[in-house]
């Protein structure tokens, strides 16, 4: 089709659509990715260091939730039973977020993740900053 621009095609209606970009499926390096949702976070060096930064606190909250003890002992065991299934499915939420945003193969995205389950680790199961012996409200994420 003579004229048209490159980046467009017809379909069977007669309408454009844009070609999709092409994901990556091995490690790269770089700002230019989409992760977690489509044009995002496009091109801009602002928006990419934000992703960095969500993925970051996903991964130290999958951590600081796995470990925390919201639940009091003594309490009502159908009420602890709702919280702790409440905290799985939140738990388990952020830790699909922060693999899907891994799988968009961006090594910076990457290395946001690992650092951001070590630091949460670090805080918050590793028992440096506490002494206490009792452990979380959640069984451990098991793969």
């Known amino acids: 089709m003579e004229g048209m621009d490159p ?7 007669g309408m454009h659509h844009h070609k999709m970009m092409m994901m990556h499926m091995t490690f790269f390096w ?8 489509s044009g995002w976070p496009g091109t801009s060096t602002g928006m990419y260091v ?22 009091k002992p003594g309490s009502n065991h159908v009420a602890a039973g709702l919280i702790r299934t409440v905290m799985h499915a939140v738990r388990m939420a952020m830790a699909y977020m922060v693999m899907l945003a891994v799988m ?3 090594v910076g995205i990457f290395i ?13 199961g590793s028992r440096i900053f506490r002494s206490d012996a009792k ?5 451990p994420l098991s793969c």
């Open 135 to 139: 452990g979380s409200d959640l069984p």
């Open 50 to 71: 934000l992703a960095l930064v969500v993925v970051f606190f996903l991964a130290v909250l999958v951590e600081w939730i796995s470990h925390c003890q919201l639940i």
């Open 104 to 106: 968009s193969f961006n």
């Open 7 to 13: 980046g467009m095609m017809m379909n069977g209606t």
């Open 112 to 124: 946001a993740a690992i650092v951001g389950h070590t630091v949460g680790f670090l805080f918050s």
């Open 30 to 37: 770089g700002k230019n990715a989409e992760v977690l949702f």
